[in-house]
Structure formats: C-alpha cells, structure tokens
C-alpha cells in the first residue's frame, strides 16, 4: 500500500504566474484536502474534495482551485501568484469524507517559494 | 471563528524531564488530533481522541481530551532528545468528523541533553 505522494517536491516561481501542484492519495482514500503552511506557522486549511466534488473551502481566494479526478488524485492550482503564497504545501487523504476515528495521512509536501 | 490556541509556543526542556504542552480550542469539536512535524518535514499523526475523557499512550507521549473545558494536553514523560520536533494539535472545522482541520500554532520542543 504507498502512501500519499506529491509533486514536485520544490518549485520556484516569480510574482504573477501560475503553479500545479500534484497529489495522489493513499490506495483506497477518496477524499484529499489541501493545506498551506507558511513558515513558523500550522497549516491552514485550503479546501477538501470528496469524489471529485469540492466539499468545503476554507478562507483562501478563488484563484486558489482545484481538481480530483477518478483516480482520486488532485490538483492545487495557483493563479497570479504572490509573495505570500511561498509555504510548503501539504495534501491529506483519508478513507472517507468522515473520519469515523481515522485520521487522515499527510503528504510530504511541496515547498514553493515565489520570488 | 474556531480557534486553536497552543501553549507554549517553545519549550526547552532537560532530557528526563517532564511537561505539558496545552490546546485549548473556542468551539464545540467532535474530535482533537495531535501531529508531530521534525524540522522540513510532513505531519505525523500522533494520536486521535474521539471522545470527553479519551486518553492514548504512545511511549513517552500521552495525550487527553476534556471536550467540556475544550481542552487537550500532550504530556511527555522522561524526555529524550529524539522527541525534539513541532508538535500541533488540530479540530475538525465542524462537528461529524468532516477531516477539515483547524491546526494550533504548534509547540517546538527541544529536548536538551
């Protein structure tokens, strides 16, 4: 059973392009949220899908979206990127849109840096 | 607004000692986690608590949960240099274990020989 990957594991970007980030959950888990962590800080909470659907956003701008597909993989994509988008990116999956006592398992990471 | 308060924000502590990390949240929450992240790394779950009374042992690291003070506590016991990382308590957004999560700040732990 893998667990859940990301990519890249680094990217630099500059003021105003735009970023994909890539998650492919846990074998099995068809719910992924996406967090951002900025240095020192805990991850804020960017937004959950559940087969394919968006289900719940947290307070993060529209040009923050993304995208499941049936593979329950993920996308995080980043428009008109800013300075204060550089964190490290963090992607979750667990088994189902409820927890029912598991917990959800965290990817490694991508670290973007926006110069 | 849900909040997630933790203290303290750093502790120092001396290998074979003893202490408490502190969360208090401002909302009703169906569950707390606590995770552990080493310095450049993902999160690490460390333990789920279900419900007002729950405790859970892992080695030197026990963790409770009062949800009627919304309060969860991480206790180290016997302190050894490999437990120095960010620890971060976490509730769910909502109540029904919806696995959207508010985090704490996080505590830095650093266990000093």
């Known amino acids: 059973e893998t667990g859940v990957t990301q990519s890249p594991t680094h990217l630099i970007k500059t003021r105003g392009q735009q970023v994909t980030l890539r998650c492919s959950s846990q074998s099995g888990h068809n719910t992924v949220s996406w967090y951002q962590q900025a240095l020192g800080q805990g991850p804020q909470f960017i937004f959950q899908?559940?087969?394919?659907?968006?289900?719940g956003r947290g307070n993060f701008p529209p040009r923050f979206s993304g995208l499941q597909f049936p593979n329950y993989s993920s996308e995080l994509n980043v428009n008109a990127l800013e300075l204060d988008d550089s964190a490290l990116y963090l992607c979750?999956?667990?088994?189902?849109?409820?927890?029912?006592?598991?917990?959800?398992?965290f990817g490694p990471g991508t670290r973007l840096l926006v110069l | 607004e849900l909040k997630v308060e933790q203290n303290p924000l750093f502790l120092s502590m001396q290998e074979g000692k003893n202490y408490t990390i502190y969360c208090n949240y401002s909302?009703?929450?169906?569950?707390l986690y606590w995770y552990r992240q080493d310095p450049g790394k993902s999160l690490e779950s460390l333990f789920v608590l279900l419900s007002n009374g729950a405790v859970k042992q892992e080695g030197r690291l026990m963790a409770s949960l009062d949800t009627k003070a919304r309060l969860s506590t991480l206790h180290i016991t016997a302190a050894v240099h490999d437990l120095s990382a960010t620890y971060f308590c976490?509730?769910?957004?909502?109540?029904?274990?919806?696995?959207?999560?508010?985090f704490g700040t996080g505590t830095l732990l650093a266990v000093q020989p």
């Open positions: 899908y559940y087969r394919e659907e968006e289900n």
């Open positions: 909302t009703t929450s169906d569950r």
């Open positions: 979750a999956s667990s088994p189902d849109i409820r927890g029912r006592g598991e917990t959800q398992y």
């Open positions: 976490a509730v769910d957004m909502a109540r029904g274990a919806t696995n959207k999560l508010i």
